[in-house]
């Protein structure tokens, strides 16, 4: 058990449509990443939050957005859903600043269906 | 270019040690990891090693970096059945320390 939480663990949505995944970070821990994982491939990074603002972001649209709250926790946003973005979510929280080492431990994921 | 590499699969007899390898290609990489994932499941860090360092020794298993071949690689002594899952090696890199991950490797464990 790595005390991330991540809410729902399964969604159902339609083309077109808007979602919102949660995520609980560690206790102790100020910063959360998020990562998509296609079947079959490993998880790409989509963003980083740290201290509320985005710190950092890769290779994915402007459709998906995040926030990140005074209690750490965050949320993942995409709009206009398309097939593509089908995958597990997941969540990662990890304690950054000066001397820490920014282990990432991961939660359960969310599997987002879009049909 | 940012990329990480494994073999895919890897099928070992119970008892048996596995080896699954990895090469990256950052070499500016603080950390380097391995996770496991189960069916269905997140992934669970299993253990991981500071770039400065050649062996990390955590019960069953063993990590081994070479930095000037950018390989790394995780033994598991003992394989057991509950083994059998995908592993993935990652590196960290820039200010993020985003994870930057293989395609994982599956490791099936056979009676």
């Known amino acids: 058990e790595t005390g991330v939480t991540q809410s729902p663990t399964h969604l159902i949505k339609t083309r077109g449509q808007q979602v919102t995944l949660r995520c609980s970070s560690q206790s102790g821990h ?10 079959g491939q490993g998880p790409q990074f989509i963003f980083q939050y740290y201290r509320e603002e985005e710190n950092g972001r890769g290779n994915f649209p402007p459709r998906f957005s995040g926030l990140q709250f005074p209690n750490y926790s965050s949320e ?12 597990l979510y997941l969540c990662a929280s990890s304690l950054a600043g ?3 080492k920014n282990i990432q431990y991961f939660g ?3 599997r987002l269906s879009v049909l | 270019g940012e990329d990480v590499e494994q073999s895919l699969f890897l099928s070992v007899r119970e008892g048996d040690s596995s080896v699954i390898n990895c090469t990256y290609t950052d070499s500016s990489s603080t950390y380097l990891y391995w996770y496991k994932q189960e069916p269905g499941a997140g992934l669970q860090l299993l253990t991981y090693i500071f770039s400065n360092m050649d062996m990390k020794q955590d019960q069953r298993l063993t990590v081994l970096l070479n930095k000037k071949d950018k390989h790394l690689s995780l033994r598991i002594a003992d394989t057991q059945t509950g083994d059998s899952a995908i592993y993935f090696c990652a590196e960290s890199g820039g200010a993020t320390n985003k994870l930057i991950f293989g395609t994982g490797t599956l490791l099936a464990v056979q009676p």
């Open chain 1, 108 to 110: 359960a994921g969310t």
């Open chain 1, 30 to 39: 100020n910063t959360v990443s998020w990562y998509q994982q296609a079947l």
């Open chain 1, 98 to 100: 000066q001397g820490a």
């Open chain 1, 76 to 87: 993942l946003n995409v709009n206009a859903l398309e097939l593509d973005d089908s995958a």
